[in-house]
């Protein structure tokens, strides 16, 4: 079975601060791809990330940060200097390489950046 | 352009009516999605259409009929729906897993369609 876990249900940070939103996952696959989609309040999951379980090369883009490490099962989010507009719920999500199309989700982080 | 629409954004409905939702996407994707969302959870999937053949249904009750008529297009029939199915319907593309099931590729989601049952 596989699982993805988000134990942060809300952050609620100022602007212009650093947040991490975590992600823990457990698969026995050896290939496996993660991912991370942002859901504003329009409703749209919009995609963030993909990485793939041979590639713990960590990413930057932009404000945002990823940091994926196996011997801990973690891929975690970082944005840097909040924006009022980063206030979403973000979902991290886990698809087996044999799982045809099904995406595990976590059960998101609510992340309210207050100006 | 990585942009998938979906009609209406709103639609309130009896629970004797039919509707449907629309899904449209011009990517090229081969696959296409619906997933159903309740408020403060993730998303649920309901049905994987995979070169316009429906090859996931997760159980989803038969009031819920989906048809994809080509590689662009994706519908969601609605019949005879209780208070309980109102929820955000997401509709979603990519390029679909290789035919052995392996392989992914990204999940391009719509903007949804919120669906209230009276």
């Not at chain 2, 629970?15 to 969302?37: D, F, I, P, V």
Request: charged share 20%; aromatic share 12%.
């Amino acid at each position: 079975a596989q699982k993805v876990t988000q134990a942060q249900t809300e952050i609620s940070v100022v602007e212009k601060e650093d947040v991490t939103l975590d992600c823990v996952y457990e698969t026995r696959d050896t290939t496996y791809y993660l991912f991370w989609y942002k859901q504003p309040p329009s409703g749209e999951l919009v995609f963030l990330i993909r990485r793939n379980s041979f590639d713990e090369q960590n990413e930057i883009s932009g404000r945002y940060s990823w940091n994926f490490q196996k011997s801990t099962s973690s891929f975690n989010f970082t944005i840097t200097a909040s924006q009022v507009v980063d206030s979403a719920v973000y979902f991290c999500a886990l698809k087996r390489e044999t799982s045809g199309s099904r995406l595990t989700f976590g059960e998101g982080t609510q992340l309210t950046v207050n100006p | 352009d990585t942009e998938v629409t979906q009609t209406p954004k709103h639609l309130v409905m009896g629970m004797t009516n039919k509707k449907s939702l629309k899904c449209e996407q011009h990517m090229g994707h081969r696959a296409m999605y619906w997933y159903k969302q309740k408020a403060k959870k993730p998303p649920e999937l309901m049905f994987v259409y995979s070169y316009e053949k429906l090859s996931i249904n997760e159980s989803v009750p038969s009031r819920f009929s989906p048809e994809c008529p080509n590689s662009s297009l994706l519908n969601l029939h609605l019949h005879a729906l209780q208070p309980e199915d109102s929820a955000l319907y997401l509709c979603a593309s990519s390029r679909p897993p290789s035919l052995a099931g392996g392989g992914t590729d990204t999940q391009y989601f719509g903007p949804g369609t919120r669906l209230t049952v009276l």
